[in-house]
């Protein structure tokens, strides 16, 4: 079963505009984690963010974590062509190492 | 530092068959995860192994199995081809201890 889930499924966007997507999940966690996937190819991980921390930022990536929501954005700002790919948030299991993936979000970034 | 790599890249087998999955982890990472991925889903956690043993496993039938090698390659088997299995399978390293997985390009299996 997914743990959470991306909103929007699907964003279309300009060079150069944000993009932001949102990831709610339903259990106690201890991080989350944000991937990106290029054509169904593997998961590169982006960033992790802490159940104890509330913001975090990596070159043009600012992730946000409101435990008390369950919920996480990723903010992608200047976004390039490049930057097209589907974007996945993941949970660990709280107790264990396995990653529990949301349903995703497809950027296309048009140039 | 080499990555992790899976093999085959495409795979074409028909329903009641059986197939194994290769990956090769990270140099230096200790456990693999290994994740089933449907067109349009997001990765489904299959199981995970620690230094050879299993050490945790996600909600699948038991005729997908696998092994851990000393050298922490993995295998992914699947006995019993049903056309559902049909999906990339993703394969991830990481050291045990630590939360980022670092993943293969993956399998796709197309069961027909």
């Known amino acids: 079963s997914q743990q959470g889930e991306e909103d929007p499924q699907a964003l279309s966007i300009q060079e150069g505009e944000n993009a932001t997507m949102n990831c709610s999940y339903k259990t106690s966690i201890n991080n989350l984690q944000w991937y990106r996937q290029n054509s169904g190819r593997g998961l590169v991980h982006l960033i992790l963010?802490?159940?104890?921390?509330r913001e975090k930022h990596s070159g043009r990536l600012r992730v946000t974590l409101d435990t008390s929501k369950k919920s996480s954005s990723l903010l992608i700002t200047a976004s390039r062509a490049a930057d097209t790919a589907s974007y996945f948030c993941a949970t660990d299991g709280f107790n264990t190492d396995k990653l529990i993936f949301g349903t995703g979000t497809r950027l296309q970034v048009f140039p | 530092e080499t990555g992790v790599t899976q093999s085959p890249t495409h795979l074409i087998k028909t329903r009641g068959q059986q197939v194994t999955l290769r990956c090769s982890s990270q140099s230096g990472h200790n456990t693999v995860s290994w994740y089933q991925q449907a067109l349009g889903q997001g990765p489904q956690f299959i199981f995970q192994y620690y230094r050879e043993e299993e050490n945790g496993r996600g909600n699948f039938p038991p005729r997908f199995s696998g092994l851990q090698f000393p050298n922490y390659s993995s295998e992914l088997n699947v006995n019993a081809l049903e056309l559902d299995d049909s999906a990339l399978y993703l394969c991830?390293?990481?050291?045990?201890?630590?939360?980022?997985?670092?993943f293969g390009p993956g399998t796709r299996l197309t069961v027909t």
């Open positions: 963010i802490r159940s104890n921390e």
């Open positions: 991830a390293s990481s050291l045990g201890g630590e939360w980022e997985q670092y």
